[in-house]
């Protein structure tokens, strides 16, 4: 059997004005995304001169926007997870009970802080933020946060989340990290970190059915063993299966 390779997670990080990473600010996602959304868009306008419209002129900088959604799942945890409410603040005593104790540290880079240094110094605004997955890189600032949360406890808590994250910056960015982290590796007996086609599961997704949707409908319980899955019929959001990875299942 293949060795199984360790799964690289995307993370976000806060950055200074000179774009440099800050310390202990770097947030991994729980799961990692599923897709990622690049657009690209030039400021252009069009002339109109004596009623002659001309054909549209730029006129000024272009921008880039990355949109992707990241889930958020704490039902895992409820077992060791069931403290009562923190006293006199309203939160849960444990940090797994209540899924926004993740998803507010995400939200954390969409929150004007005061500016420490330079010309506007004194001032407000988003924090300059890097999302960093393998061998893409985008940094800019968060425009936009939306929080769905789709599952709650007996008692109230929310314990799922997705979150709907973009990201905009003010210029054409085509930007590859250059040192991106266990890129090209292998393992010993294995393949490069990348070379194998992962497929993630999607919301309510399970093993059976994206097996018989890959042509292996037979072979879901092989797979399910391969890749170490313990439920294969509830798979987290976003959970990566290779379907190469395979194991024989005890007649």
């Keep these: 059997m293949p060795e199984l390779q360790q799964l690289a997670r995307a993370y976000m990080i806060e950055l200074d004005a000179q774009s440099h990473e800050k310390p202990d600010t770097r947030i991994e996602v729980q799961f990692n995304p ?9 400021q252009v306008a069009n002339q109109d001169q004596g009623g002659k419209q001309n054909s549209p002129q730029f006129v000024g900088k272009g921008s ?9 799942d704490v039902t895992g945890e409820l077992s060791t997870s069931l403290d009562s409410t923190a006293q006199g603040k ?4 444990s940090g797994t009970r209540d899924v926004r104790r993740l998803t507010r540290k995400v939200a954390h880079f969409i929150t004007p802080q005061e500016i420490k240094e330079g010309k506007d110094r004194g ?11 393998g061998s893409f890189q985008f940094d800019g600032i968060m425009e936009s946060l939306e929080e769905n949360l789709d599952f709650f406890s007996h008692d109230g808590f929310p314990l799922r989340a997705s979150l709907t994250v973009g990201l905009t910056q003010q210029e054409i960015q085509f930007q590859i990290a250059s040192n991106p982290a266990g890129a090209g590796q292998a393992k010993p007996g294995g393949k490069p970190a990348g070379t194998t ?6 919301k309510g997704g399970n093993l059976p059915q994206m097996a018989d ?3 292996m409908g037979d072979d879901w319980q092989s797979v399910a063993r391969g890749n170490n899955i313990e439920n294969p019929r509830q798979l987290k959001p976003g959970q990566l299966i290779d379907f190469s990875l395979r194991k024989q299942v005890d007649g």
């Design 34 to 42: 599923e897709t990622l959304k690049v657009t690209f868009a030039n």
């Design 64 to 72: 880039t926007k990355l949109a992707l959604t990241l889930y958020f």
């Design 123 to 133: 001032k407000f605004a988003p924090p300059k933020v890097r999302f960093h997955w």
């Design 197 to 202: 086609p992962q497929t993630p599961a999607r």
């Design 90 to 93: 309203g939160e849960p005593n």
């Design 213 to 215: 949707q890959q042509g």
